[in-house]
């Protein structure tokens, strides 16, 4: 069965304190994995699109990362805004599908 | 340039009652998704339209549940009659195609709650 997992379902950090989530997929064939970032009563906001093992890209404070079987986001010196709930999302080669996680909720104590 | 636009953005309404969301896509976008989320959960696809046509519209309750999008730019998601499980956000999504380099943009949804 196609499946995303995220990891932690919470997290809780204080300001500057470096982490990562972890995005954990069974699919057969990957055709590209998504992360978004989601505040509150709004739509997701597009964040990264890693397509093949070993590839990685940052913006500001976040960084993914891509194996064969799972997906990072490292959140580097993290500040309050960043503060948000961080899903990941994989697209699959067969039928086109994509299949989201139920998402990471940080929270970046000041 | 203009997010996706989705209207209204909150809707109450009694079980057994139609509702109607509109989904108002980025210009030239040709690929449309509305989606579903409950709380905690991440969206799950309902159906996806490349210009006028359904092409993923496996996960959405036909029984209940139907959508178009006329001449290929707005779409219109709709629930008759509403249950109280129908309870959630609804989020349309577009990017300019379907292929896995394009970007999905969302809206802010639509949050449903069914009394």
């Known amino acids: 069965e196609d499946q995303v997992t995220q990891s932690p379902e919470a997290l809780r950090l204080q300001e500057g304190e470096s982490s990562s989530l972890n995005c954990s997929y069974t699919v057969s064939g990957l055709r590209g994995l998504f992360w978004y970032r989601q505040d509150p009563g709004k739509g997701p906001e597009f964040l990264f699109t890693l397509y093949s093992a070993g590839e990685e890209k940052e913006k500001e404070r976040l960084k993914a990362t891509l194996t064969k079987k799972e997906s990072f986001l490292h959140i580097t010196a993290p500040k309050p805004e960043d503060s948000a709930t961080y899903l990941c999302a994989v697209r699959m080669n067969r039928d086109d599908k994509i299949i989201f996680g139920k998402g990471t909720r940080l929270h970046i104590l000041p | 340039e203009a997010g996706v636009v989705q209207s209204p953005r909150y809707k109450i309404i009694e079980k057994k009652q139609p509702v109607a969301f509109w989904c108002n896509p980025i210009?030239?976008?040709?690929?449309l998704y509305w989606y579903l989320q409950n709380l905690g959960q991440g969206p799950e696809l309902l159906i996806r339209y490349e210009n006028e046509e359904a092409v993923d519209d496996s996960q959405l309750p036909k029984d209940r549940f139907s959508a178009e999008r006329l001449k290929g730019v707005d779409s219109t998601l709709k629930i008759q009659p509403a249950e109280l499980g129908d309870s959630a956000v609804y989020l349309c999504?577009?990017?300019?195609?379907?292929?896995?380099?394009?970007?999905?943009?969302f809206g802010p949804g639509t949050r449903l709650t069914v009394l």
């Open positions: 210009s030239g976008h040709n690929t």
């Open positions: 999504a577009s990017s300019l195609s379907s292929t896995s380099t394009d970007t999905q943009y």
